[in-house]
């Protein structure tokens, strides 16, 4: 490994991509730091340590930025915009017969639904950034202006910073997916995540220094813990069902063709971190009402649905997991097309062993792509319950543990794997050699 990455740089062309996209991480990083004009930084401060971590959908958004939203920063957005137009348009493809017609042109119609998606991410952004600002103004009571025109004035202000380090943000991403390595988005957002690592940290040692039995036995138990999902968790992105295939032999002229035995890949978790984020969004809406209402204390029964799903209740952590599994099976369904996959089979004279071609195929492969779908749906779902379930159960806080470490290994194979392809190009050895 340690000669892998002197043969990258030693390469030019390898070398000023990672340069190019550590540049572009740090460029990140000092806008995440800079404040937005008009707003208290001791309220916002008060405010961002009730709300950051209590399993709303701002701790969601703190997640995704980095720490940044708890800030209200200029990049408090950060990719949260973008990400949600990505997932909204890829799920119009499949509802709207233009947006799936354009997806079907190859490169320039892929450049079509680029365009649509960061047009789709403004208008998010424009929303988010006005209903933080409320947020900012009526639950935190941040903003300093709050009557006259200097009221309209710091809105108008506020909501375009926002606006501005959202559409920053995306800028910072393409320029990665162009010159860097790696996917912008993502290493953005991999590099938002592992920022907070240290202060995590050190939070944990902090503990320790209490002298408490409870914390001086828990704070190496939490490390075990996450060292042991990072592990799990490479396991289960590099494993994969392989469906057999055989091709069948043909005669063109002289020349024999075919007759070559290959398979069809199916990953485990092929969803990746998309039903997290689905099933997350919806359990935080209720979270997140509650910051906007009076206080309930009694015993009503919107008194009652708030408790439930907090995040400490025991009935968010089954709902939570039911959820991710529904939201999985929903984006495999919506991606993978076991009759299309037939099909393609058929027009190149391949086949299953022992299955015949049509109907019965597509029956095969849905059965696997079902079977697949559960395993790596039940994969996500402990991943995303279990640091809820040690919250609950030792009062300390890693509820968006799970999460964060799902996205930072995702994300750290796949530029691993790009990496590998870069130096097998070159005739390299690469990293598993």
């Known amino acids: ?42 309220a916002l401060a008060t405010w961002a340590q009730a ?51 354009l997806q079907k042109e190859g490169l320039e119609g892929r450049k079509k639904l680029n365009k649509i998606t960061k047009v789709t991410a403004l208008f998010i952004s424009l929303f988010q950034s006005w209903a933080y600002y409320l947020t900012l103004s009526r639950s935190a009571h941040a903003v300093l202006y709050t009557n006259g025109f200097e009221k309209i004035f710091s809105e108008i202000v506020i909501i375009a910073c926002f606006t501005a380090g959202s559409c920053l943000t995306m800028w910072l991403g393409d320029q990665i997916n162009e010159k860097g390595v790696g996917n912008g988005v993502s290493m953005l957002l991999f590099a938002g995540i592992i920022a907070r690592g240290p202060a995590s940290l050190l939070t944990l040692f902090e503990l320790m220094k ?40 043909r005669v063109v002229g002289n020349k024999m063709y075919g007759g070559q035995s290959h398979y069809i890949p199916i990953k485990v978790c092929m969803s990746g971190v998309l039903p997290i984020i689905f099933a997350m969004s919806f359990m935080s809406l209720p979270s997140t009402i509650k910051m906007f209402v009076p206080d309930t204390k009694g015993h009503g029964f919107y008194h009652t649905l708030l408790e439930w799903f907090s995040y400490t209740h025991p009935f968010y952590a089954c709902l939570y997991f039911i959820l991710i ?38 029956d095969f492969i849905g059965r696997i792509l079902s079977k697949i779908t559960l395993v790596g749906a039940f994969f996500l779902g402990v991943i995303a319950i279990f640091p809820i379930l040690f919250t609950t159960f030792a009062k300390v806080n890693i509820a968006m543990g799970g999460t964060s470490i799902l996205i930072v290994v995702s994300v750290a194979l796949e530029t691993v794997r790009t990496l590998e392809s870069q130096i097998m190009m070159r005739h390299q050895k690469g990293f598993l050699d």
């Not at 599994?325 to 086949?351: C, D, K, T």
């Open 51 to 101: 709300s950051a971590d209590s399993g709303d959908f701002f701790s969601y958004l703190n997640v995704l930025s980095g720490g940044n939203f708890s800030k209200a920063t200029l990049l408090a957005l950060s990719v949260s915009p973008y990400i949600n137009a990505q997932i909204i348009i890829q799920l119009l493809t499949y509802a709207l017969p233009p947006l799936e017609k």
């Open 325 to 362: 599994i529904a939201f999985n099976y929903f984006y495999v369904s919506m991606s993978y097309n076991p009759i299309e996959i037939a099909n393609n089979l058929r027009q190149s004279n391949g086949g299953i062993p022992g299955i015949r071609p049509g109907k019965p195929t597509s």
């Open 210 to 249: 209490t002298g408490e039995t409870k914390y001086i036995i828990l704070v190496p138990i939490i490390v075990v813990i996450f060292i042991l999902m990072i592990s799990f968790i490479i396991f289960m992105n590099n494993s994969e069902r392989r469906i057999p295939i055989q091709y069948a032999k």
């Open 1 to 42: 490994m340690i000669e892998s990455f002197r043969n990258i740089w030693r390469t030019p062309e390898l070398r000023k991509k990672i340069l190019f996209t550590l540049f572009i991480i740090i460029i990140y990083r000092i806008g995440g730091a800079l404040p937005v004009p008009y707003l208290d930084g001791a």
